[in-house]
């Protein structure tokens, strides 16, 4: 872990009055970002932040505050002047006074585009205007670039060619290894290891979980999944013998995998792991995580491998 007297760029960002987006995983509001600044910074790695646009009371009178981990804030996130966007690209729009992660299910003729909500369920139409490119603050950096940044950078390793027809099917075929998101109560956010037992239509997929069982506890169950909530079984990583503080991993934990945050790095090979999903701190051993990577636009892309861009 990182000595007080070295100077850390990531925390020394959030100082009174930097702007900020603030994740909130209340019951109707996970999967947000609301606006705001930081007031103060308090003891144990916690801000005391300013909402911009939610209020403490139905008078509107006065803005929320709270007090909050580090790890629930990053600076606003950067956004195009213009795009296009397109069909299954993870997007943020804003809707109800912050911005929401969504996945676009439709290209409208009316330059409008149907999203839908992986926490709510949802499925909404939105115009240009109100979406931006989905993106993760990874350690100092945005995940991925600005469009204009990568061809500055010529950033190959988050500009690729977009997979053939036959590497998509073979991700998905009958037997492929793959990872279905669930949002059940529980297990909200978490990645469950299964088998595609065979392709229904072609947005729908009949799978065989690897770790749940059926009602009856007799073989593991088996039920339909839309594409929109899988993906590939990720590939092996080399990451090297340990983690760094607030780098993004998947952590193992009944028999799913958890999206979190290195929040405290202890001896004997161990972490402590923040859940923003849930606002959880769990420890782990090493074996325990992997590196990782998100599935974007039909390929991986590895946070690690942007922060050394």
């Not at 109800?96 to 909404?124: C, H, M, P």
């Not at 701190?281 to 991986?300: A, C, K, N, P, T």
């Amino acid at each position: 872990m990182a000595s007080r007297n070295n100077k850390d760029p990531i925390m020394d960002y959030f100082k009174k009055g930097a702007e900020v987006e603030i994740s909130s995983n209340d019951n109707g509001f996970r999967g947000s970002w609301y606006t705001g600044s930081v007031v103060r910074k308090t003891r144990n790695g916690k801000a005391l932040v300013e909402y911009e646009t939610l209020m403490e009371d139905e008078s509107g009178k006065r803005k929320l505050r709270e007090e909050l981990d580090i790890v629930q804030l990053r600076p606003p996130a950067p956004r195009e002047s213009y795009r296009e966007f397109k069909f299954s690209e993870e997007v943020d729009v804003y809707h109800n006074d912050g911005w929401w992660e969504g996945v676009i299910t439709e290209v409208l003729k009316d330059g409008k585009f149907s999203v839908y909500f992986r926490a709510s369920r949802e499925q909404l139409e939105f115009p240009a205007s109100v979406l931006r490119l989905h993106r993760e603050w990874v350690y100092g950096k945005w995940e991925p670039l600005l469009e204009m940044e990568a061809k500055d950078k010529e950033v190959s390793l988050l500009v690729k060619e977009k997979p053939s027809k036959e590497t998509f099917q073979e991700n998905f075929s009958q037997g492929a290894h793959i990872e279905v998101r669930t949002d059940e109560e529980g297990f909200e956010g978490a990645w469950l290891p299964a088998i595609i037992m065979e392709q229904l239509d072609k947005d729908k997929y009949l799978v065989q979980y690897k770790s749940l069982k059926n009602d009856e506890d007799a073989d593991f169950l088996i039920e339909e999944a839309d594409s929109l909530s899988i993906r590939p079984h990720p590939p092996d990583t080399v990451f090297g013998d340990s983690f760094k503080v607030h780098e993004k991993v998947d952590a193992l934990f009944n028999d799913c995998w958890w999206e979190g945050v290195i929040s405290k790095v202890l001896k004997g090979n161990k972490y402590i792991v923040y859940f923003e999903k849930t606002k959880d701190e769990m420890e782990f051993r090493h074996s325990d995580l992997r590196q990782h990577q998100d599935w974007i636009d039909g390929q991986w892309i590895i946070p690690s491998q942007a922060m050394e861009l």
